[in-house]
């Protein structure tokens, strides 16, 4: 799967199978609001959701830039996968 940054739509996105799974976004200077990860119900159950926001992350942390994570997606995602805390806001504390 690749990982299209469509900045038009402010959205990190995956196409699979005709589908679109996306992590939605708003940029400030050097920071990153990860907002809204959705995959459709045809894509659920294959892990596709963390491939994506692993991906997001990936391209986040190559950009230096910083995250705040309002997803509460992506903030789990980041819970169960302490080595990105390293990308968040100093001060947000993920529970």
Not at 15 to 22: G, L, Q, S
Not at 33 to 49: D, F, N, S
Not at 56 to 66: G, H, Q, R, S, Y
């Amino acid at each position: 799967m690749n990982l299209i940054d469509n900045e038009g739509q402010k959205q990190y996105e995956y196409h699979i199978e005709n589908h679109i799974a996306r992590v939605e976004y708003i940029k400030a200077q050097t920071q990153i609001y990860l907002t809204h990860t959705e995959v459709p119900k045809e894509l659920g159950g294959k892990g596709i959701g963390s491939s994506l926001v692993k991906a997001v992350l990936e391209d986040i942390k190559a950009k230096d830039l910083t995250l705040v994570p309002l997803c509460p997606f992506v903030a789990m995602y980041i819970k169960n996968n302490p080595e990105w805390r390293e990308l968040v806001l100093k001060g947000i504390n993920i529970k």
